[in-house]
């Protein structure tokens, strides 16, 4: 059984940084594909970034060359670094698993990242 664990959000300023970290049970990274989705309030869950286990990523327009998403497969972890961040960042962000052959979802418990001054 798959179990994620997120940690790394918290309260930073406009242009600050910020790196979200999610610990994977078991050694999954080399057959699920891993990402990162946030959800604000009154809008819809959103892909933030993607890397599948082959090493291809895909971010958001949103996000592109401000966040960056990797994994460490020895510590079965995947990361979010996140640079420049904005206001409209703030959100829930939840790390995800996916099954690709069976189209199978594990979530994370969600990490609060609030970008204000």
């Known amino acids: 059984q798959v179990q994620l664990v997120e940690s790394g959000g918290g309260l930073v300023q406009p242009g600050g940084s910020l790196k979200l970290s999610c610990a994977a049970s078991?050694?999954?990274?080399?057959?699920?594909?891993m990402g990162w989705y946030r959800q604000a309030p009154g809008k819809q869950r959103e892909l933030v970034a993607g890397?599948?286990?082959?090493?291809?990523?895909n971010y958001a327009d949103s996000v592109k060359g401000r966040f960056t998403i990797s994994r460490d497969g020895a510590k079965n972890a995947v990361y979010l670094q996140m640079n420049s961040l904005k206001p409209e960042d703030t959100a829930v962000y939840y790390c995800?698993?996916?099954?690709?052959?069976?189209?199978?979802?594990?979530w994370g418990q969600g990490t609060q990242v609030t970008v204000s001054s």
């Open positions: 078991g050694s999954i990274l080399s057959i699920y594909t």
């Open positions: 995800n698993a996916k099954y690709v052959p069976l189209q199978y979802d594990y």
């Open positions: 890397l599948t286990s082959g090493g291809s990523t």
